[in-house]
């Protein structure tokens, strides 16, 4: 993988000494991927520390896209870029869209036309005109590490398929986190 500078990273070394959640995205100008991203920017990184988890986003654009992908999202945590897609290849990730089989990601709070709108005004009025990655390509998400141990893989099936982020939280044992603008009610 690439980071934000161009520095090569062997993608072991994202979860070699500590346990990793490794979110995939589509591409940097996919609307549910903002969406999705832009909540995982909520997650705090006190929560993160407390577990010993790192929180990584990779894309699969040119690493140039990296920074102002952070910007638009508020995303301040780990973002690399694999633009041959090596590793979603080798992690089996699809291209294409499968059926809509009534999944909808809790995150993404566009509807297709107006997010697909946004998408394709960012495209038209980035620096170049770039759909930053393969837009047939689709994501997924890992909890990896320590080591070469694997704890959960999900390969999504669709642009609406992400897993919820408080469910990845848990089950790397992260604290979960209030997505929602509504207080908490705590049943007593």
């Known amino acids: 993988v690439v980071d934000a500078d161009g520095r090569s990273v062997p993608f072991k070394a994202l979860f ?5 959640i490794v979110v995939f995205v589509r591409n940097f100008l ?7 991203v832009e909540d995982l920017a909520k997650v705090p990184k006190a929560f993160l520390q407390e ?21 638009l999202t508020g995303y301040a945590h780990e973002m690399y870029v694999d633009p ?13 869209e499968g059926n809509y ?10 509807n297709t036309l107006l997010g697909s709108i946004r998408s ?32 959960f893989l999900h390969l999504d099936k669709n642009r609406l398929d992400h897993v ?8 790397a044992g992260v604290r979960t986190v209030n997505f929602t603008n509504q207080p908490q009610i705590i049943d007593i």
């Open 84 to 96: 041959q897609r090596e590793i979603y290849k080798t992690l089996g990730m699809k291209r294409g």
């Open 51 to 71: 577990a010993n988890v790192r929180l990584i986003v990779i894309g699969q654009s040119s690493y140039h896209h990296i920074k102002p992908f952070c910007s």
């Open 120 to 151: 394709m005004w960012r495209a038209m009025t980035g620096p170049a005109f770039d759909f930053q990655g393969d837009p047939a390509q689709q994501g997924g998400a890992l909890i990896l590490g320590p080591g070469n141990e694997v704890h």
């Open 16 to 20: 070699g000494e500590r346990r990793a």
């Open 164 to 171: 919820p982020i408080n469910t990845i939280l848990q089950l």
């Open 101 to 110: 089989v009534s999944v909808r990601s809790p995150h993404v709070k566009s």
């Open 30 to 36: 996919c609307y549910t991927c903002k969406e999705y």
